[in-house]
């Protein structure tokens, strides 16, 4: 009998620290929409607030006399090294819709992640090929029949979902490190007039774009995802609501980069100075790396099923890119 393992979630449950209630019953992304009065520079203001406040408490927990150990997860753990439970399986399949980065964004998460594990040697990466953004977690840790009748019943709306992006454009920018004791990921705030630094769309470009401008964010985006899904019929079951957008780029399977005080001082330093260099050399800049993408370019949306949690599973339908 396999291990019965607990999920890093319940030991570092990602809160929301924006400040927005969201009724019961409601389409929780409106919430914050009608909080911020439609107005992207509020959103954007909100999703910044939300990953500094974030970055300084675990900054706090990281350099904390109290510190007792990183949250390291034991399914990946053990996934990655077979030898600690031969034949252990990840049995939490989930649904999802995700986003998956141009190449452009890629570049930018792999040079972050050779900085990072410059720092700490023993950290654990996520692949390029499985980066991605979750738009609308529709359903997670349930068994594969569960997830294969959700999707059996969402499948009228999965086409329209899929290629949602070609039509409605949003783009993400001021990308900066995130993380806490279990993981780390380069987050983005939803665009507010910023100038244009990604690339054009593969020509010829003959989409009748719905929104125009930043006006339509990616958290409108997250709306219209979680209201398709409710249309089809759907109780939409997310771990959690929060104003974020961001790629994981890895987590820890070791305590040894972080065991002493001044190690988990030098890794703090290392997110502060990467931090510092996207803000000053990459924000805007658009010349060797780009810190700007727009969720649907080269790729559409990624209707995906199966045991996601690192970026694995199949996919369901890949939606028209641009």
Not at 146 to 175: C, F, N
Not at 211 to 229: E, S
Request: hydrophobic share 40%.
């Amino acid at each position: 009998m396999g291990s019965l393992l607990e999920s890093t979630d319940v030991r570092n449950k990602l809160e929301d620290l924006s400040g927005v209630v969201i009724k019961p019953g409601e389409n929780p992304y409106d919430a914050l929409i009608a909080a911020c009065n439609d107005d992207p520079a509020q959103i954007q203001a909100l999703y910044a607030a939300h990953r500094t406040k974030r970055n300084a408490q675990q900054k706090e927990k990281f350099l904390s006399p109290d510190f007792k150990e990183l949250i390291i997860d034991p399914f990946l753990l053990r996934l990655e090294n077979p030898t600690i439970e031969p034949g252990f399986q990840d049995t939490r399949y989930c649904m999802t819709f995700w986003g998956r980065p141009p190449i452009h964004a890629l570049e930018l998460a792999g040079q972050i992640q050779k900085k990072l594990k410059a720092c700490a040697p023993n950290i654990w990466l996520m692949p390029l090929h499985r980066m991605h953004i979750t738009t609308l977690e529709l359903a997670f840790s349930r068994t594969a029949e569960e997830i294969d009748a959700i999707k059996s019943e969402l499948r009228p709306a999965i086409p329209s979902v899929a290629s949602y992006t070609y039509g409605h454009r949003t783009r993400l920018v001021k990308p900066m490190i995130s993380y806490d004791l279990s993981a780390f990921a380069v987050s983005f705030l939803p665009a507010c007039g910023e100038p244009v630094i990604s690339p054009p769309p593969v020509a010829p470009d003959t989409a009748e774009v719905a929104q125009q401008g930043d006006q339509y964010t990616y958290h409108h985006l997250r709306r219209d995802m979680w209201d398709l899904a409710k249309e089809a019929g759907m109780t939409v079951d997310s771990r959690y609501v929060v104003p974020s957008a961001h790629i994981t780029l890895g987590r820890y399977l070791t305590h040894d980069d972080h065991a002493t005080p001044e190690k988990r001082k030098k890794w703090v330093e290392a997110i502060d100075e990467i931090n510092h260099w996207l803000e000053t050399e990459i924000w805007g800049n658009g010349r060797e790396l780009i810190g700007e993408w727009v969720v649907g370019q080269e790729k559409g949306l990624d209707v995906r099923v199966g045991t996601l949690w690192y970026g694995a599973g199949r996919t369901v339908l890949l939606g028209e890119g641009f």
